[in-house]
């Protein structure tokens, strides 16, 4: 699994942290791929920290639509985190385990997607792209 792609080896994640993405789209059509790359960027900086064994920043992420829009994925990513498995506190799921490293690594494969289809279709390209298929 080494050598597979991340949009292989993550599907179930990638697909449940886009979900998100779009359904925030759906509730707000105003929101831009700008704001879903700055909640992405605080999500690896949080996760990164996490695999790290530190305790994650506050996220650089503005107040309302960003705030929200990044801890409805944080409690998603955290669900299917194995080191948040042991914790009492996180939802258990039947979603695919993941380790927080391999969350940085889906993030930034994200990034590079919002980034794509930002150039490719305008300031909403990425959620237009992700709405099509979820």
């Known amino acids: 699994m080494e050598n597979m792609p991340v949009e292989e080896e993550f599907e179930e994640v990638l697909l449940?942290?886009?979900?998100?993405?779009?359904?925030?789209?759906?509730?707000?059509?105003?929101?831009?791929d700008y704001v879903v790359a700055e909640v992405y960027d605080a999500l690896v900086l949080h996760y990164t920290a996490i695999a790290a064994s530190r305790t994650p920043p506050k996220p650089r992420v503005r107040e309302g639509l960003a705030m929200e829009l990044f801890e409805q994925i944080q409690r998603t990513c955290d669900i299917c985190?194995?080191?948040?498995?042991?914790?009492?506190?996180?939802?258990?799921?039947?979603?695919q385990r993941i380790t927080a490293q391999d969350l940085v690594r889906c993030f930034k494969r994200l990034q590079q997607s919002v980034k794509l289809w930002t150039k490719k279709g305008g300031r909403q390209g990425y959620l237009n792209f992700v709405s099509q298929f979820i």
């Open 16 to 32: 449940n942290i886009e979900l998100r993405a779009k359904l925030a789209f759906d509730e707000t059509p105003t929101l831009t």
């Open 81 to 95: 985190l194995v080191e948040s498995y042991n914790d009492p506190k996180v939802k258990k799921s039947p979603i």
